[in-house]
Structure formats: structure tokens, C-alpha cells
């Protein structure tokens, strides 16, 4: 019999989960390409021309590592925001600060407050640092800000996570609720506001920066707005002693030097982002057009993807994804209680659009007779 | 007064250290940009032709997620060693795996053994995870198999870490001396075996491939001969369901999908490689060469860098390596004692090498006035 060197109990204890299937996983399995790349709420309208330029130039100096202190990104960034580099980390994309902050706030036992059905990612790292995780239902489609509270009071967790937007329902609370929420939160509960798709809704959104308060750290991604999923670059923005404890457990390396160059890039094109921030919301209409004309009810969205409510139970949204699923279209839905009526379209070219438009017919008709 | 949510008691224990300071840093600092860069152990030949071509073409995709499973990327390397994909995990970097590794099987108060002046990162990961670190002083500016297997027996660890050939010392081990070693160990220590710089050395110092054994991992790496290191691509090899339990732990979209390619794209290119690997062991000799003319001791090295014993203390290495810092070129020497008496010189380009030529004897006149 084999003799394996024993994991942590926290290590042992967990399954080995997987939080999404990626798109290349299931094109193997099927054999086909897929027509249309909307599930993974990626932007393929593309980086800005100035960033792919940059990081054809940039190639042949992959030799080099990236700067650990990714200073100049750094710079760039707290200058768009009017904070201070102190105030500002770089991860491996929002996932990766978020396996960080479960690191650094919570061991096992400790308990973490998030929704039902909000990001899968965050929770994989907290079960992977041992915590405990009390979820609250959405309800009217948003993340319930009032039951989040309550739990916080009950609970006294370490971490409480919203999105905003969110994730997967694309729906938002307006900053001065955020704001109401932060006042409201105890000094001792971190609050990671996500703010991935903050670039593709309404500015109202958006509380002011407020980097002196030591239990808000809030979370930005070059993957959405920017169209640079593939390249791994996020950051937080927090209180200057908080960021600077990530430099305890980081992966001072972590961020590849194209990474560096192309989100320091794309930071300097705002003229090409606001055009993507207008493509995406024309497409987002489309598809919510599509969804109406097929019966379906599209949900406002402040993100870049159209949460659709199929209009009937878990099992129908299911037999639907599927559905679409053969036909070619990457597309997901939510699985969790209250939020798996519906399925989640990100808004993909003009082509991807259209195949939407041809297939979705065909794929009620076939979820209805099953 | 600010009132901040509590860390975990391992992290709030924890400096805010560093493990390297990178040469971006010092050129910010000295506001003059370096001559040479031989301080990081990178590749400055840099990476094969056909894979600036390949991240050149991928360059307009970065707006799609890396494949997670990292499929292709894997189904080569294991095609290359001769196991299965099952036996293959990849990450950010050797160091992204350090960390991973340390978060599955160090808990606060686990022990680790590894040398004393190894590699730093590690010992950072460790202690990120609450580990307490045994270190064993080499002998002979050799990692001292015998004192890390008494080691072993005295404090029965989690893990044991050996690099082979080692960094910073640049020596190296044969195979059977290796196997002696994990044959000798108790199954429930882990051994990570990081052979980083294991294609610039010998082919006599790599054991066959042994994917059964539950108790061995071993590292490699892109950074290095591949040219590769801004890019963050490592993987470990090791038995399948200890490769499995990565799962449980790894951020899954954290290897960028422009890191998939090019790694893939270079282990194709094997010719490419063979002609580096000559270029480094020609760079090498030089480097070697220059050191004995100034009076000082070359070390063998079975890597990409030359380490130098200056022949007196660590103060006077220490002051030989400040006064090369200031004549532009960026090297780095070990800390620790009973290694710190010497520099560590990467293998840079010919113009690099010259540099260190031309500079040498101006060097070591500043420090043998201090």
C-alpha cells in the first residue's frame, strides 16, 4: 500500500472541486467549436490596438521577469484613481488577491459571509483556507444587502464579499447603498467589494475612494472592460497598512511582465474603452431583445453579460443551456437555489449575436418537449 | 484611533518582507538604468524565435481565458518526460507551486527542512504558512544530502527541499546520489526536488522519471533555459493524485493564457534550446574565466550563473558586489552564512560579460580599500 506525506486536515477534508469547466475542456469532450464564446463573460471586442502593439513589442523581452513591485502599473493606477501607489496590490487577476485575502483573514473555523450563488471563486478559496461560509439568499434578483448585515451582526465573520455589479445576476445597488452598508459594517469584518464589471454600468455605482478605512478593500480587473481575461492582471485599491500586508504572502513575481505592459497600457486608453463600454451596452440590448422576442425576461444589467430568467424552474433553464450548449453557443447559468431559473449570456460579437438570434428558437422548442 | 480586522495570528506574526528586491527597484533608486543585467539568473538570450512568432500571433486573443486545465500545455510536457497529463501540473512560476505546495501540507507549527542560504522564496511560502523552518548549513558549497537526511530523521517534516543543480551556489549532485537520498527518506516527508536549472547542467544529474512515488515532486521550469521568466510558467511533476490534490487549492485561470502558448511553443523547439544551453556554458567559462584572473575562485555550475568565492569574508563580497552595482551591473550575492563570502554572476550576452571584463579589476580596487 502507498504511504502519501499527510495534507493539512483543511486539505484533506475538501473534495477536489473544480469552480468553473472552461470552454476548451468541453470543446474536447464534444469535439466541436464552439460558434460563440459568450459564457465566461469575457470581452471579445479585444483590447485596445495601443495594447496589442505593446505587447507584440514587449515579446521578445519575455526573458526578463516583470518588476515584483510593479511599480510603473502601480503609478499609472493609483494616479487614474487619485490615490496613493501605497493604496494599490496587483494580483493574478482578482481570483488570485482573493485567494490572498482568504490567506491572510481567515483560518479554519472562521467564518466568511457572502450570497447564495455569488462568485464560486471566492468560496473555493475560502473552503481552501478552512473557513466557514454563510450565504444569503439574493432576493429580487440582487444580492440582499439587508440580510448580508443581519448575517454580519450575527455572525461577526472575518470577510463579508459583494459584488457590485454582480455576478452572475448582473443587477447593482447604487453607491450611496453601498455606502450605507459600509457605515453600517463593524470595523472588525474586511469588506471585499468586487467590482470587476464596474466599468460597464452606470457611474453612479460607484462610492467615492475612501482609502482610509481599514476594513474595505475594493477589487478591479483588467479581464472585463479591458478585454484582457488571458493575461491575468487585477488589483484592490485599500487602506495603505492593509495593502501592504500583502506583501507578506504574495507571489512577488506573480504578475508576468506582459501583463504589466499591456494593463498599463489599456489604462491609457480610455478613448477605446469607452467605445468597447458602448458596444457592450448596444449588445447587451440585443440580447435582451433577443430574449423578450423568445418569451423570456431579460434582467437589467449593469455588466457585460444579460442574466435571462427562463421563466420556469432549474430543470427547464438547464434543459435550455444544454440546448444551446449543442448548438454551438458557450453559454452558463447560475445552479444555486433561487437563482437557477435563469441562464447568463455574455455579450459577444456581432456574429456570436446573431447565432443567439438563429439558435434560441430551437433550443426552447427542444427544452419545452423534454 | 483605526480599528482594523483582525489578520490570522500566523500572518499577524508575520514582517512585511521581501525575498528579492528587483533590479527595477535599484534603478529607480540609483535613477541610472544597469549596463548588465546578472543578477536574476534570467535568460537573456531569450526565448526561441518561433515563440516571440507564436505570442506575437496570440497577442490579439488575450481577451480569452487561458484554457484552466491547461490542456495542450500539459499533454506536451508529459509527451516530453514520457508520463501522463495526469502527472503534470502547472503553475505562476516554481514559486506559485512553492506556495501551493506549502498551503497543502504545512499548518501553523509543521516543520520544513531545506538549506541554509537556499532558495529564499520557499522559506517565504513557508513562513506564510506558520511553518518552522530547519535549516541545514551546506558543506563544500554543496547542499549537504547527509546533513538534510539527519535532519529528516530528527524532525520528521512535512516537506524536505533540495534544488538540484542548487541555487545560489550553482553546484550539483549526480543521480544516484539523488536517488540515494529519496530512497533513504520516510514516506511521510515530502521531497521538493526544484531542478530549475536542470537543462543548463549535466544530463547525468536527473534521476528517471519515477511518477509512482507519493513522497517526490519535482519542479521545473520556463523561466530559465526556455528564456521564459516574465512570462510565469512552471510545473511540477509527481504522482497522480497528489498532482490531483493541486486542484483543491490552485487558482485555476491563474497560468495566462499567453504563458500556455509560448511554454508550449518552446518545448517544441528543442534545437533552440540545445544552441542556449551551449551559448550559457561558453558564457559561463567566460565568466569563470575573468573571475580567476582577478585572483578570484569560480565555483563549477551546472546552471545559468557563475558564483565566485572572493576569498575573504562576507563583508568584503558584500563591498565587492556594492562597487559592481554602482559600475551599472546588476548582480546579487547569497546572505547566509557560511555563503556569503561570494557573488553570484548570471550569464548575460557577450556585450554583458565584457562589461563585467572591463569592470572587475576597478571593482575589487574599491573594495580592497574599504
Not at 82 to 89: D, L, M, Q, Y
Not at 211 to 235: D, E, Q, V, W
Not at 303 to 316: M, R, S, Y
Not at 329 to 354: N, Q, T, W, Y
Request: one cysteine or more; a negative charge.
Amino acid at each position: 500500500m502507498l504511504i502519501y506525506p499527510p495534507f493539512t486536515p483543511v486539505i484533506a477534508a475538501l473534495p477536489v472541486t473544480v469552480p468553473f469547466v472552461g470552454p476548451e475542456a468541453q470543446e474536447r469532450k464534444s469535439g466541436a467549436k464552439f460558434r460563440a464564446r459568450m459564457g465566461a463573460n469575457e470581452n471579445g471586442f479585444g483590447p485596445s490596438p495601443r495594447v496589442i502593439e505593446q505587447m507584440v513589442k514587449a515579446a521578445p523581452d519575455m526573458w526578463m521577469y516583470g518588476d515584483p513591485d510593479n511599480h510603473d502599473l502601480r503609478t499609472a493606477i493609483a494616479r487614474h484613481h487619485g490615490v496613493s501607489i501605497k493604496n494599490i496590490v496587483i494580483g493574478e487577476g482578482i481570483d488570485g488577491l482573493l485567494g490572498l485575502l482568504t490567506h491572510m483573514y481567515v483560518e479554519p473555523g472562521a467564518t466568511v459571509v457572502t450570497s447564495l450563488g455569488a462568485y464560486p471563486t471566492f468560496n473555493f478559496h475560502v473552503a481552501g483556507a478552512g473557513g466557514r461560509l454563510v450565504s444569503v439568499p439574493y432576493e429580487n434578483n440582487h444580492e440582499n444587502l439587508e440580510g448580508l448585515l443581519e448575517a454580519v451582526r450575527r455572525e461577526a465573520p472575518q470577510i463579508v464579499y459583494l459584488a457590485n455589479p454582480d455576478n452572475p445576476m448582473g443587477s447593482w445597488w447604487e453607491a450611496q447603498d453601498i455606502n450605507r452598508f459600509i457605515e453600517a459594517l463593524p470595523q472588525t469584518t474586511m469588506f471585499i467589494l468586487d467590482e470587476a464589471y464596474c466599468d460597464l454600468g452606470p457611474a453612479t455605482i460607484l462610492p467615492a475612494m475612501d482609502i482610509a478605512r481599514p476594513n474595505l478593500i475594493r477589487m478591479r480587473t483588467f479581464s472585463k472592460a479591458y478585454g484582457l481575461a488571458g493575461i491575468r492582471c487585477g488589483y484592490a485599491i485599500g487602506e495603505e497598512s492593509v495593502i501592504a500586508a500583502f506583501e507578506k504572502v504574495r507571489n512577488h513575481y506573480g504578475v508576468n511582465r506582459m501583463a504589466q505592459i499591456a494593463a498599463q497600457t489599456a489604462l491609457e486608453d480610455q478613448d477605446y474603452l469607452d467605445m468597447v463600454v458602448r458596444k457592450v451596452k448596444a449588445g447587451r440590448d440585443r440580447i435582451a431583445a433577443i430574449a423578450a422576442e423568445n418569451g423570456l425576461q431579460p434582467q437589467p444589467s449593469a455588466t457585460n453579460f444579460v442574466t435571462v430568467d427562463c421563466g420556469k424552474d432549474g430543470a427547464f433553464a438547464l434543459n435550455l443551456l444544454n440546448a444551446l450548449l449543442a448548438r454551438g453557443l458557450f453559454i452558463r447559468k447560475p445552479m444555486a437555489p433561487g437563482l437557477d431559473h435563469c441562464i447568463r449570456i455574455s455579450v459577444g460579437l456581432e456574429h456570436e449575436i446573431d447565432a443567439l438570434a438563429e439558435e434560441m428558437p430551437g433550443a426552447l422548442e427542444v427544452a419545452r418537449a423534454l
